[in-house]
């Protein structure tokens, strides 16, 4: 289908494994099979360069069970936050869970935009539900090959020229605004930075209604 190594992650957790081996080799021969990773939850690690390789993959497949939520842990919460995204390339089997609904209070994911499959449907459904969204990946990255193969305008180098001087004034900011903020609990905030020799600077604002908290 693609030419990338990197069309479909499929997570699981150990009580899950034979779903897991059956869902890769029926997407195989549709998807390349050195394009299908399978990745149980419980070797999840702090290893920086995992997040990143895995968060890669077009489509990400969650084989839900409810031995993956009975053992959900910070790392494992904070590596389905980091790997989960974008929502829309997320598809999730349930298998013996009736819904998103425990999932969603602890992972921070958009049950909008996810797409839901259940462990009773055809193996039809589920080959079309996630060759769909591997088609719109290698689409949408064949899109973008060509506009950075674009020579940029004189006004687009000046722009970029001012955004590598590094002073205040050029200085970018991200504003984020979570789908669904729980009332009256704590939550645990991670932030990733791509460029280690930024954390000295970075700054993070946390804004209510009647409150506003600035941290470095």
């Known amino acids: 289908m693609s030419q990338t190594a990197e069309d479909l992650l499929i997570i699981y957790e150990t009580e899950a494994k034979q779903w897991a081996t059956y869902l890769q080799s029926l997407f195989t021969g549709s998807i390349s099979e050195a394009g299908i990773c399978c990745y149980d939850i419980a070797t999840v690690s702090s290893r920086r360069d995992d997040f990143l390789r895995l968060s890669r993959y077009t489509c990400k497949l969650l084989i839900l069970s409810k031995g993956m939520l009975e053992s959900f842990c910070p790392m494992r919460r904070f590596f389905l936050a980091r790997v989960l995204s974008p929502a829309a390339h997320v598809v999730v089997l349930l298998c013996g869970v009736d819904s998103l609904t425990p999932l969603l209070e602890l992972v921070p994911l958009n049950g909008d935009e996810c797409l839901q499959i259940s462990s009773e449907q055809d193996a039809a459904e589920y080959l079309s539900t996630v060759t769909d969204i591997v ?9 973008n090959a060509n506009l950075l193969t674009r020579r940029p305008s004189g006004s687009e180098q000046k722009a970029e020229q001012t955004q590598s001087t590094g002073t205040d004034s050029a200085r970018s900011s991200i504003m984020v ?6 009332c009256g609990s704590s939550a645990e ?15 993070v604002e946390f804004s209510g209604e009647n409150q506003m908290l600035r941290l470095k």
């Open 177 to 182: 605004i979570p789908p669904r903020v729980p």
């Open 189 to 203: 905030v991670f932030i990733l930075l791509r460029n280690e020799a930024a954390a000295s600077n970075a700054e």
């Open 135 to 143: 088609r719109k990946g290698v689409s949408a990255s064949a899109a």
